[in-house]
C-alpha cells in the first residue's frame, strides 16, 4: 500500500508539472539564449522553418557581410511575460555584443514570435546612422509582419525583411511597406437571405391577388348559373 501511495503521488506530481511547468518552459528571455553569437545564423527556436528554408535565409544573411554587417534570425515561441518583442532584441544584442566586444562587423538581428505572429529588427548603434530606428521599427512592423499574419510565412517574412534593409544599404531607396491588397468580393449569382426573403414575399403577394380575384370571378361564374 505505500508502494502504491508513492507511485500515485509520483504520477500525479508529473502531471501537475507538466499542466503547469510546460507552458512556462516555452516562455523564453534573452538569458535562455547562449551567451555569445552561435556560429549558425539562423537560430530557430520555435521550429517554424524547414531545412530548406533556413540555408535560404543564412545565404541571404550571409550575402549582408559585404556591409561588415553580421546579420542573425531568431525565432522563438512564446516572449516571456511582460516583455515586448524589440525590448527583447535590444537585451540579446547588448548580451552578444558585450560577450564579443565591439567589431567592425555590428549585430543586425531579426527576430521573429510564433504565438503572436509578430516580427522585429534591432540594430547595434553603429548601424543606426544607415539603418534608423523608424526603418527598423516599418520593416518588422509591416514588411515582416504581414506575412507572419497572412499565414504564418515565416520564410518569406524573413527573406523580404532581409531584401528591404539590404536594398538601403545598398545606397538605394527604401521601398517602403509592402502594399496592403485590398480584398474584393467577387460577384455572385446566390441570393443573399435579404433577397431571398424579398423573393418570397413578393411572391405570396402575387398568389393572394391571383387568389384574391379568381376566386369571386369563379363564384360569381357558379351561383349564375
Not at 501537475?16 to 516555452?26: E, N, Q, T
Not at 544584442?93 to 555590428?106: K, M, V
Not at 511597406?177 to 446566390?190: F, G, I
Not at 437571405?193 to 391577388?209: D, G, I, Q, R
Request: aromatic share 6%; proline share 8%.
Amino acid at each position: 500500500m505505500n508502494r502504491f501511495t508513492q507511485l500515485t503521488s509520483g504520477i500525479l506530481a508529473a502531471t501537475l508539472c507538466l499542466l503547469f511547468c510546460a507552458p512556462i518552459a516555452f516562455a523564453v528571455s534573452p538569458q535562455d539564449f547562449p551567451p555569445q553569437p552561435p556560429d549558425e545564423l539562423v537560430l530557430d527556436s520555435a521550429e517554424v522553418l524547414s531545412r530548406s528554408g533556413r540555408n535560404e535565409i543564412s545565404s541571404s544573411l550571409q550575402e549582408l557581410d559585404r556591409f561588415h554587417v553580421d546579420a542573425r534570425l531568431v525565432t522563438l515561441r512564446r516572449l516571456d511575460y511582460g516583455l515586448s518583442l524589440p525590448a527583447f532584441g535590444e537585451e540579446l544584442l547588448n548580451r552578444w555584443t558585450a560577450a564579443t566586444g565591439e567589431s567592425d562587423r555590428p549585430l543586425l538581428l531579426f527576430l521573429e514570435e510564433s504565438q503572436s505572429k509578430q516580427a522585429a529588427v534591432v540594430a547595434s548603434p553603429a548601424l543606426l546612422e544607415q539603418l534608423p530606428e523608424s526603418l527598423l521599427r516599418s520593416t518588422g512592423r509591416t514588411t515582416m509582419s504581414q506575412p507572419l499574419r497572412d499565414g504564418d510565412r515565416f520564410r518569406q517574412a524573413t527573406l523580404d525583411g532581409i531584401a528591404r534593409l539590404e536594398i538601403v544599404l545598398d545606397g538605394g531607396e527604401d521601398p517602403g511597406p509592402p502594399v496592403q491588397v485590398e480584398r474584393v468580393s467577387l460577384p455572385t449569382n446566390v441570393p443573399t437571405a435579404e433577397e431571398t426573403e424579398e423573393s418570397n414575399a413578393f411572391t405570396w403577394v402575387v398568389v393572394l391577388l391571383v387568389v384574391g380575384t379568381i376566386v369571386p370571378m369563379a363564384t360569381w361564374w357558379i351561383f349564375s348559373r
